[in-house]
């Protein structure tokens, strides 16, 4: 099989500075500054409302900042033509719509889109690229499908093998595990995994599962009220503290038994009970970390 996906040699520094992102009325997102670590993962995380998807409408020129900027090497994506940025950045939007009537294959070829110009015409290169996004998404038994006529989780799929058909160096992706039961979640943070560490791709994606942010994220950026209230490792930021100031939810952490990451159990309000002299028995739970 041919190796259409070249491994990525170029770095690319994405950063936001003082920046502020509105609608029509007060500032969703105001003065912040975040730049996303060139060939990691990162995770942003946040409750409902707090303007991660706002966040990446800016980073990826969907949105323009009403003042502050967004930097992709060093220049403004504001001022850069669409079809250039698209060639660098890729983005999958939260609620993406398809064109009415369109064939999931015609769907992912339009990924390639950014790639095409006056002089270049669609190439096998390009029919490589796609079909590998749609085996890698499992979703090539549906090419021939209309994409109205799929399964949320289905439709999901689709929409990041459009985005791998793009092939960005980074790619930004608005909640990619939503619908999707909990195999294919996997099966995409996996494959968000292994695109970012044999492309080095550029991943930052919304998740709302904080454990699967832990696992698969080497960075965290914790959002609330339109500002980032902590970034860095997982290992350091997720404390029970922080989910409490970020969601204002009662939660103890402890590792993860698969991967050792921080795992976060949320204490409902009917399963509060305090804790028995037993919790602190065995190797877990001597792990535990009492949410004050
Ligand atoms: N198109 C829009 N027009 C006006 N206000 C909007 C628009 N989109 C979002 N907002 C507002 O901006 C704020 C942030 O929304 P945003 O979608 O960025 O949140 P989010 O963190 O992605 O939330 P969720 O976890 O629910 O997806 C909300 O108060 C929302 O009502
Ligand atoms: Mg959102």
Redesign the pocket.
């Known amino acids: 099989m041919t190796e259409p996906l070249r491994r990525r040699t170029t770095p690319h520094e994405l950063r936001a500075e003082a920046l502020r992102l509105a ?2 009325g007060a500032p ?1 997102i105001d003065g912040l500054d975040l730049e996303l670590p060139d060939g990691r993962i990162t995770a942003i995380v ?1 409750a ?8 990446l409408r800016g980073l990826s020129r969907l949105l323009k900042p009403r003042s502050g900027v967004v930097l992709l090497d060093g220049a403004a994506v504001h001022s850069r033509p669409a079809r250039e940025v698209a060639t660098v950045i890729g983005i999958l939007p ?1 609620q993406a719509t398809a064109p009415e009537g369109i064939t999931v294959a015609d769907l992912v070829g339009r990924g390639r889109y950014p790639h095409q110009g006056w002089f270049r015409r669609w190439t096998s290169t390009d029919d490589d690229v796609v079909r590998q996004a749609l085996e890698a998404t499992a979703t090539a038994d549906l090419a021939q499908r209309r994409v109205e006529e799929l399964s949320g989780g289905q439709r999901q799929r689709v929409w990041i093998a459009m985005a791998l058909a793009q092939d960005p160096d980074v790619l930004l992706l608005d ?1 990619p595990t939503t619908f999707l039961d909990l195999a294919h979640q996997l099966d995409v943070l996996d494959l968000l995994h292994e695109q970012n560490r044999t492309r080095h791709t550029t991943v930052a994606m ?1 998740l ?1 599962d904080l454990n699967m942010a832990a696992r698969y994220a080497d960075h965290l950026v914790v959002m609330a009220a339109g500002h980032v209230l902590a970034t860095g490792s997982p290992e350091r930021v997720l404390t029970a503290g922080l989910v409490r100031e970020a969601f204002g939810l009662t939660a103890r952490i402890v590792p993860d038994p698969v991967t050792g990451s921080p795992m976060v159990i949320p204490v409902g309000r009917s399963q509060a009970r305090q804790p028995t002299p037993r919790d602190a028995d065995g190797p877990a739970r001597a792990a535990v970390q009492q949410a004050t």
């Open positions: 609608y029509d969703v946040g409902n409302g707090c303007g991660k998807s706002t966040l939260q909640e919304v709302h």
